[in-house]
């Protein structure tokens, strides 16, 4: 999946391949283009509906995870417009976690 949000003379790319974004937001960045990613947490969707179902594992993942929920759809659109924003302007190369502190564990 990739996304190219265009906000005048810049380009925005939101790429899903998260690791590439350091190497390619430095490559990028004399280009007065901005690389950065995000890395989504766990989402209730049809390829973790099985998942789900199971009601042992379904207790499990939520309770591992600080926020204590899986990812809503809003999350990572608000990231998306973090991105595309004038407030991203000088953010460049980073991996955003919308993971609801998973990582931070």
Known sequence: MKA???RGARTREIESRAAEAPAL???WRGRDVNVNAI???CIATDDTEALRADPRRD???P?????G???RAGDLARATVLFASPASDYVNATVLPVDGGWLGR
């Open 63 to 67: 309770g591992r995870i600080p926020a």
């Open 59 to 61: 207790q499990t993942i």
């Open 69 to 71: 929920r899986c990812r």
């Open 25 to 27: 937001g430095r490559e």
């Open 39 to 41: 890395a989504p947490g």
């Open 4 to 6: 190219v949000v265009h």
